[in-house]
């Protein structure tokens, strides 16, 4: 039976715990119970134990006489203060309690409150009760098991633990009879806190931004799984991010609900939570279906990787079109995963003039950004044209165009700087660069071409993004010869090389020209640079001393003009 959802919220700070609607209120099976027995329950709620007792040996004679006269686990929670704050009747073999998703703690809070109920056949603490532990971030939970004349036997006790390297989520305690649980609970409860607490505050992590718990599904064979991992990592820092923890799971297809199997989220919640993660970030792209079952079980707030991608790119973007991109593409990516339940779902008027069809709250949210998507595309329809104009000026002209492309962070802004002499915002970060620039290169006899910079690319561009910022790739259409940059230095380079060339044929951009330009080559030895360079057939520089760059105007000279000229003297570079 699935139980009402308990939606009044709870103070964490002084763990007062949500009052139930009645004060006689059952939950669960309570169908098929004589009225003495349910009376008999009932009145569970006027006892109030021992502030310092996790359970008497009064109350668990009580709990367990109950459940051996009706067949079935009873279980109550109790509060701090020592009050019973609900009860819920199970069937012979488990309990359901009631949701408390709703109500949240604070950091390195429990719930405040302790489950205690009954076994039948003599079950050590099973896997729903561990789950209810971690799921619900009670104080502990208590199986007492009952003998064969309703009496209590012993009693199975856990509560959770703070991380540490054995990666364990519970602490077991050697079981009990109840008489013998004479330690002092609340002080017990409180230092336990307090220890998570100080991990939360980050007196051990040393974290001062946000906080995440990275999640990496592999599916099947991946053996780009860590490559991934180490993306996600660096693009969590270009957002100001910091990575506690990572999770790993390999699936063979992933859980059309959960992306991970649910057991595996199960013991996420508490991963994070331990931590004192706000966010959990997922390496693949979820679903709407999956957004909305994980959020069912997850307080967190979670990110995929686009949607992380999505926000690096609005906090790069500076100038008002890529303000316009940026916006326009996360409308994109959060439309199909628009949800409401609840009281979100209900109408917007009632009453006379407020009745029929109308609209849900859902509905209206989801017309608003379609509004406005078709807002933003009439405006970078208008930008698309500004720029078109802006080309055709140029192509007048007869200056050739030089686009610079690449893998996020392989050194594109800094190659433009060095070759133009220009101050392009250019940071060790992925997506450092989302406005494109646009500069003068003078080459010898007095020839110019235009060097653009673009936004980098990664191994599965998100297709909102492409379609975002469809007005800035634009530029590349026009462009006579594509500078493709690769960081020499990464252990990625030739899987960056070909998500590269996979975008540009996405974009039908394949057949331009290019000219592959090994960059970063001054933190490799001479000879290694060479060898690497031969091999990729690419030419070898470093952005950053400018070693290698007029070796790579003559290698461009006779692809960008029709008469090569390889006797001329060095470059000169002005800015724009």
Not at 200 to 225: H, I, K, M
Not at 302 to 318: E, K, Y
Not at 444 to 470: H, M, S
Not at 542 to 560: K, M, N
């Amino acid at each position: 039976m699935t139980l009402a959802p308990v939606r009044p919220y709870s103070c964490a700070a002084c763990h007062h715990p949500p009052r139930r609607h009645s004060i006689s209120e059952l939950y669960g099976q309570t169908y098929g119970l004589k009225a003495s027995q349910v009376r008999r329950l009932q009145n569970l709620y006027k006892r109030k134990l021992p502030r310092r007792a996790l359970v008497s040996q009064d109350f668990a004679r009580q709990l367990c006489e109950l459940s051996f006269d009706t067949g079935r686990q009873v279980g109550a929670l109790i509060a701090r203060t020592g009050r019973v704050e609900y009860v819920a009747v199970g069937d012979a073999f488990g309990i359901e309690l009631p949701d408390f998703k709703r109500v949240r703690g604070g950091s390195g809070r429990f719930r405040g409150l302790r489950l205690v109920h009954t076994h039948l056949h003599g079950e050590e603490l099973t896997r729903d009760d561990l789950t209810d532990l971690q799921l619900l971030r009670l104080d502990a939970v208590v199986a007492l098991v009952v003998d064969g004349e309703g009496r209590p036997d012993v009693a199975h006790y856990a509560s959770l633990r703070p991380p540490d390297d054995s990666g364990e989520l519970v602490e077991h305690y050697p079981p009990q009879p109840p008489s013998r649980l004479d330690f002092d609970f609340l002080a017990w409860i409180e230092a336990l806190e307090e220890q998570f607490g100080a991990l939360q505050s980050g007196v051990e992590t040393g974290a001062e931004g946000e906080r995440a718990v990275l999640v990496s599904v592999s599916l099947g064979r991946d053996p780009d799984a860590e490559d991934r991992i180490e993306e996600m990592g660096e693009l969590a820092r270009s957002a100001g991010v910091e990575i506690l923890d990572v999770v790993r799971q390999r699936r063979p297809k992933p859980d059309p609900n959960y992306l991970i199997g649910k057991g595996k989220l199960q013991d996420l919640v508490l991963r994070a939570w331990q931590h004192g993660a706000g966010l959990v970030l997922f390496d693949r792209d979820l679903t709407a279906t999956q957004v909305r079952h994980i959020t069912d079980l997850v307080e967190t707030r979670i990110v995929d990787r686009t949607q992380l991608i999505l926000d690096i790119f609005a906090q790069h973007a500076r100038s008002a079109e890529g303000r316009l991109q940026v916006e326009l593409a996360q409308l994109r990516y959060r439309l199909p995963r628009l949800a409401g339940k609840g009281e979100s779902m209900s109408r917007l008027a009632g009453g006379i003039g407020g009745r029929g069809p109308g609209e849900t709250k859902l509905e209206v949210d989801r017309r608003r950004v379609r509004d406005r998507i078709r807002r933003l595309s009439q405006n970078l329809d208008k930008v698309s044209k500004q720029r078109g104009t802006q080309r055709a000026r140029r192509n007048r002209e007869g200056l050739p165009i030089l686009s610079i492309v690449g893998y996020t962070n392989a050194g594109k802004s800094t190659l433009l700087n060095r070759l133009t002499q220009s101050r392009v915002t250019a940071e060790d970060q992925l997506f450092a660069t989302v406005d494109p620039a646009s500069r003068r290169l003078r080459f010898p006899r007095e020839r110019d071409v235009i060097v653009t910079d673009t936004v980098g690319f990664i191994r599965d561009l998100p297709p909102d993004l492409i379609a975002g910022f469809r007005a800035t790739l634009e530029e590349i259409s026009d462009a006579r010869v594509l500078l493709h940059v690769v960081d020499a230095t990464s252990p990625a380079m030739d899987a960056h090389i070909e998500a590269v060339r996979a975008t540009l044929e996405a974009l039908q951009l394949d057949d331009k020209p290019q000219c592959l330009v090994l960059n970063k080559c001054d933190r490799l030895s001479p000879d290694l640079a060479r060898r690497v360079a031969r091999r990729l057939g690419a030419v070898p520089v470093s952005a950053l001393t400018g070693e290698g760059l007029e070796e790579l105007l003559q290698t461009l000279e006779p692809i960008v003009f029709s008469t090569p000229q390889p006797d001329e003297p060095a470059y000169r570079a002005t800015g724009t």
